[in-house]
């Protein structure tokens, strides 16, 4: 295996891990589509992303989206990025994890 393909897939890992999304890296590497894009995230790092990969993530984890790629527009402040209050991402958790028992 080359040493771009261990790279690109402990990212995966990294992300699975760090947001604890509910997935494997080889359930995520079933979606590599090899259509590689730079991305800016809302903390303003930049990363080159398979968007097959990063698509899947986000589907398979609303709070790594959120805390990824969603902004807010605050009245007298302008556009910042979203962060999700303790409560909040355990209130999300919570319904995602219904949700899982229902289907």
């Not at 097959?52 to 986000?58: K, N, Q, S």
């Amino acid at each position: 295996m080359k040493d771009s393909t261990k790279q690109f897939l402990n990212s995966i890992k990294e992300k699975i891990d760090k947001y604890a999304i509910e997935t494997t890296v080889k359930e995520a590497a079933k979606h590599i589509n090899k259509h590689f894009i730079t991305t800016k995230y809302n903390n303003g790092v930049t990363e080159i992303i398979d968007s097959g990969v990063e698509y899947f993530l986000c589907a398979t984890s609303p709070i790594y989206f959120l805390k990824r790629y969603a902004w807010i527009d605050f009245p007298g402040v302008g556009v910042i990025p979203f962060n999700l209050y303790h409560f909040q991402e355990e209130g999300l958790k919570l319904i995602l994890k219904k949700q899982n028992q229902l289907m």
